[in-house]
């Protein structure tokens, strides 16, 4: 099955989502990875999700990313006496660390860690930032708030502090066992939740041991002031853009989702967009005009994948969501205005032979009458770099490695597929002709290009490209190794 477009989507399975028949079904519809929250369900649920996954790839025989979403340390108030209060602006509020129920004055925050990190003034927000609170004295284990913005506050809510670099791990008790069994089912991916630096992504690698790609997700303050850092750690991004916007001025997320996107594409690592993107199709079967422009909007910007969130988890339409995407996907990589666009923000200068190839193989293909890019990727890195140059024709991603075609599913444009181990060059020439025929990207009589790096498996090795025919009975024994 080949795809028309080459912004990839990902869909967020759930209970509304959980059934081999509906998985196959979202696959049909458009959707290339599946993420697993591990926020909600038992590992049970998650374990079953994965199998049917897997059942559908074999039975559609074309690799799929499993991404599987760590939940982070999560920051919530303590309950309250009679379930919820009216915090009224102005009003005084005190959270401290008694673990009696609270009331209109006060309630638990059992995190002791925001007590010795806050400052004079820092801004408190709860309930997804409907609540906003101003420290005004604090101490050791309490904090006394002015309320800023009030509204009704209830049990567990969710609490934010944009202001402080809190003293936590990105990675909770809960996490850490979550990891483990994510690694061992099999995932793809790792998203990690509430990264705020570097060092966060260096210690989910050392639980991870390779076993999985991982994915930072941006989602607060401290993590766009350290996006450099972080990026450099991690095999891919996730811009989140939920908490992102309650820590952050509203207005300020869309430049920083355009800023991130490009250096993204610059490092030839994964970028996705999530959050909101069609959320009124949880309860709609068509989306909003805007919802539709916010799609259009990170396809126009390069993003490598754009993410459907509670809209396939939990919605009443999950595949007309799924549907919905991939229609503008298509529609907005047939407009002439986005190839401007992506001609226009393609990276700088580039510094290695490997950077040279895809460089070349990307002009050589958009000059002459070449239908198809192929490159042999053991670890994944040649066909990142290829993508990162955002040609005109398609991409074929050939691996030996399964694992690394199911990862490269989440890259822009990679069709990925499985092939047997090569040892010479011209055997890979000869596989990728007979790949770009029968996968349907071209005719016995066109051209494609060929990159790949000598010797085989061997990571970072890229150094070779070659024009071929399509004709794999022309590729002659005379032909150079």
Known sequence: MRRTRNVKIVATLGPASSSYEMIRALFEAGADVFRLNMSHGTHEDIAARHEAIRKVEADVGRP????????????RVGPFENGSEELEEGAKFRLDLDDAPGDATRVQLPHKE????????????????????????FGPDFADCVVEVGGTISDRKGVNVPDVLLPLAALSDKDRVDLEFACELGVDWLALSFVQRPEDVFEARDLAKGRAALMSKIEKPAAVKAFDAILEASDGIMVARGDLGVECPISS?????????????????????????????????????????????????GADAVMLSAESA????????????????????????YRDVIDASRGGPKQSVADGIVSAAREIAETADIKVI???????????????????VPIIAMTSELNTARRMA?????????????DRFKTAVVNSARASVNEGFAGPDD???????????KSGTTNILRVASCDERKIIPSDPE
């Open 114 to 137: 925001i007590f010795e990190a806050l400052e004079d003034g820092a801004t408190l927000l709860v309930n997804d930032g409907k609540i906003r609170l101003r420290v005004e004295a």
């Open 447 to 457: 051209f494609l290009v060929v990159t790949a790096g000598v010797p085989f498996g």
């Open 410 to 422: 989440l890259t822009w444009g990679l069709h990925c597929l499985k092939t047997a181990e090569v």
């Open 314 to 337: 939990v919605g009443l339409y999950p595949c007309e969501a799924v549907s919905t995407m991939n229609l503008v996907a298509i529609e907005v990589e047939n407009d002439p205005t």
């Open 64 to 75: 799929i990313g499993i991404l599987a979403d760590l939940q982070g340390p999560k920051l």
């Open 374 to 392: 192929c490159c042999y990727s053991q670890s994944g890195s040649t066909a990142s770099l290829v993508a990162r140059e955002r040609p005109h």
């Open 253 to 301: 997320v869309p430049p920083m989702q355009k800023r991130m996107v490009r250096k993204c594409r610059a490092a030839a690592k994964p970028v996705i967009v999530a959050t909101q993107m069609l959320e009124s199709m949880i309860e709609s079967p068509i989306p909003t005009r805007a919802e539709v422009s916010d799609v259009a909007a990170a396809i126009y910007e």
